[in-house]
């Protein structure tokens, strides 16, 4: 059973950059592919980013594209996201979660595991 823990999230003014963290415990953490999504309020929740566990490849929402990073530490079974360049339409709880799939897919179905999510809200 993997136990996700997401901090850094807050409000921030359009323009402006946070930096999300998730911190795994009671998984073999450098096994799985880790993802973020997000759930603004009467939205469905939409794949942000993923990084996969063996090559490190990353993959992004076009809505995200340029302005955010999803990185991994391993050895701190720690997956991050950098979000530069915050607009209003950011606003959304960020989840994080890890799949242990072979195959990395965008899909939220295709992840196991799941975190309580972390508010982000950027203010106009």
């Known amino acids: 059973q993997v136990q996700l823990v997401e901090s850094g999230g807050g409000l921030v003014q359009a323009g402006g950059s946070l930096r999300l963290s998730c911190a795994a415990s009671g998984g073999t953490f450098n096994r799985y592919t880790m993802a973020w999504f997000r759930q603004a309020p009467g939205k469905e929740r939409e794949f942000v980013a993923y990084?996969?566990?063996?090559?490190?490849?990353?993959y992004y929402a076009d809505s995200v594209k340029g302005r955010f990073t999803i990185s991994r530490e391993n050895a701190k079974t720690s997956v991050y996201l950098q979000m530069n360049s915050l607009k209003p339409e950011d606003t959304a709880v960020y989840l994080c979660?890890?799949?242990?799939?072979?195959?990395?897919?965008?899909?939220?179905?295709?992840?196991?595991?799941w975190g309580q999510g972390t508010q982000v809200t950027v203010s106009s």
């Open positions: 990084i996969t566990w063996n090559t490190g490849r990353t």
């Open positions: 979660a890890a799949s242990s799939r072979v195959l990395a897919t965008t899909g939220g179905s295709g992840y196991d595991y």
